[in-house]
């Protein structure tokens, strides 16, 4: 039987924002970074599994959302994503959403029968950014994951690729593969910088490299690729800050053999599939091994042995604040990157500096 609850639903990389702690507000106020949500998500008392079986009855698939207030890529997704008609029609008819404050206590019944907060079950689902989305199978396993925002035609893409209406024994093309199928623009090459490393052999270049090692994926006539180089990159604050790298650059498209950071010999085109490479532009960063202490994250060989990795839309706030997280080692004793994010913005605030989310 379906529960039914009425409640005020609360929905870039990522962003950080700045919820409220202590005893919360009053009834006559309103949260600052409150942002309002449309009526067509799912209601839902977080049972998850109570959730997955209405989806699997309607043949929908479940998405969970996971956010915070006051981010402004939230707000994006929100403002820009939320009101396309196509993708609402699409969510509409193929999925559940779900919204799960990542700093929130509301008691959340995973999968699993566990019982934890939403903020216990953001960090065991290891979300680093907001807006995070994890689309779930009909076994209520992770099947895709979109770690920050998406700009409306690449969301539209991700929930074509994931329409539940595909046959079963449908073979799903890689992800990748999916991107490169859809392009048909001509390709005008990628964007040539002095500091990219034109190395091929990536093996090498993170093993003998005396700075921490960054990686591009990208792609030509890539939007957002056109805004990391062409204005992100030009800033002097993060020119300064990218100094402190080894950045190397990868075609994702490109049929070129490398050497990839595992040592093996594979094409850029193979090397991004292997890494589950689905934006571009993606970063992904190899630390050094004088760094002195052992780094809180486990390498996952998805990751080819990358410490972190970027796969959403930036803007320049988040961007220093990541080649900040990487390049001061913080990463080693602060493995959840939100937290990083918030404490760098305070002590900005606090030596006067003005801290624009959006800048």
């Known amino acids: 039987m379906k529960k039914i609850i009425f409640i005020c639903l609360f929905l870039s990389f990522p962003c950080v924002a700045f919820s409220a702690h202590g005893n919360g507000l009053s009834e006559e106020l309103v949260n600052p970074g409150f942002y309002e949500k449309p009526d067509w998500f799912k209601q839902s008392f977080l049972d998850l599994q109570d959730d ?25 997704l929100l403002d820009d994503n939320f009101s396309n008609k196509n993708i609402v029609e699409k969510m509409k008819q193929h999925y559940d959403l779900l919204e799960i404050n990542m700093w929130g206590d509301k008691s959340i019944t995973s999968i699993s029968g566990a019982v934890l907060s939403e903020k216990e079950f953001a960090k065991q689902m290891k979300v680093m950014f907001t807006p995070t989305l994890v689309v779930l199978d009909r076994e209520g396993l992770p099947l895709f994951r979109m770690n920050g925002y998406y700009a409306p035609d690449k969301f539209l893409t991700v929930l074509d690729y994931l329409s539940p209406d595909k046959k079963l024994n449908e073979k799903w093309p890689d992800f990748t593969e999916y991107l490169s199928q859809k392009k048909q623009t001509v390709s005008h090459g990628l964007h040539t910088e002095k500091f990219i490393r034109q190395d091929k052999d990536l093996h090498k270049l993170i093993k ?15 939007a957002e690729c056109n805004e990391l180089h062409g204005d992100l990159f030009r800033r002097l604050p993060v020119y300064k800050k990218l100094k402190q790298f080894t950045i190397a650059q990868i075609d994702i498209n490109s049929t070129q053999e490398i050497i990839a950071p595992n040592g093996e010999t594979m094409t850029s085109k193979t090397l991004a599939k292997t890494l589950k490479i689905q934006y571009t532009p993606s970063i992904l960063f190899f630390e050094i091994k004088d760094y002195g202490t052992k780094s809180n994250k486990t390498n996952s060989s998805s990751d080819g042995g990358a410490v972190f990795r970027s796969e959403a839309y930036l803007k320049g706030f988040h961007l220093q604040a990541l080649l900040d997280y990487i390049s001061t080692g913080a990463y080693q004793t602060e493995p959840e990157f939100q937290r990083f994010v918030q404490r760098r913005a305070d002590k900005m605030r606090e030596e006067g500096v003005e801290v624009d989310l959006w800048e």
């Open 208 to 222: 003998s490299s005396r700075k921490p090692v960054m990686i591009l994926f990208e792609q030509a006539d890539c």
């Open 52 to 76: 997955l079986d209405d989806a699997n009855e309607n043949n929908k698939r479940i998405i969970l959302y996971f956010h915070q207030d006051g981010c402004p890529y939230c707000k994006k």
